[in-house]
């Protein structure tokens, strides 16, 4: 990064108010690098997999809000190509970081192929994240004034609101497919049977007189002693 270009991000950094989006940006990305430390350091595949969860979706829904509330007004808006070419970068980062996540999801925690995908996921943000909040916070402070950057911010929580709102969503309508499943699959299982064979069923048979035999010469016998 050039001087001119630092003395604009530290510029940007000292102009930004609470509901500005930049600093709205800045807090969901020091949320977002607290869980990447916590993805690799920690060593408990349980905790590692609920902390990806997490991160996908906070990332899913700041990324989809972001592009439609910056980076697109960064390429409608009347500046250098640079500005726009910057806006472009944002996207295709991004998409980078979405299929990164869809394919460490069916990776077994903890495993090389696992590890692998998920430092690649930490460089590729670390630096997406620093570019953003130098470059990209100084060309908002320039482009828009006070008033536009706390609407960008209104609109940038509106959205995100919205996405995690749809998340939610259907993640019950898939827990709710799996449980309907799993209640189809008990009804359908067919009750089991003690099934009879014909040569039990002959043994049976042929055992009914024999008792019935020794119990009517018990019978006498018991008589015989009771007479004496």
């Known amino acids: 990064m050039s001087i001119t270009e630092t003395i604009k991000s530290l510029g940007a950094r000292l102009t930004m108010e609470a509901d500005d989006v930049r600093a709205l940006l800045e807090r969901d990305h020091d949320e977002v690098k607290e869980l990447l430390r916590g993805l690799l350091d920690d060593a408990r595949g349980r905790s590692r997999k609920d902390i990806l969860d997490t991160l996908k979706t906070k990332l899913t829904a700041h990324s989809r809000a972001e592009e439609k509330v910056v980076y697109d007004a960064l390429i409608r808006a009347r500046a250098k190509r640079d500005v726009h070419v910057l806006a472009e970068e944002g996207y295709v ?113 042929a055992r009914r007189p024999a008792n019935a035999s020794r119990r009517a010469a018990s019978r006498v016998r018991v008589a015989g002693r009771r007479t004496r």
């Open 93 to 205: 980062e991004h998409a980078a970081v979405d299929d990164l996540l869809a394919r460490i999801a069916p990776l077994q925690v903890g495993s090389e192929l696992w590890l692998a995908h998920a430092k690649v996921i930490r460089e590729l943000l670390e630096h997406h994240i620093a570019e953003e909040q130098n470059q990209t916070f100084a060309q908002l402070g320039e482009l828009f004034d006070r008033d536009e950057l706390a609407a960008m911010g209104k609109d940038f929580l509106r959205r995100k609101a919205r996405v995690l709102t749809a998340q939610a969503s259907k993640t019950q309508r898939n827990v709710a497919k799996v449980v309907a499943r799993q209640r189809a699959g008990k009804a359908a299982q067919p009750v089991r049977t003690k099934k009879v064979t014909g040569r039990a069923k002959a043994a049976k048979t």
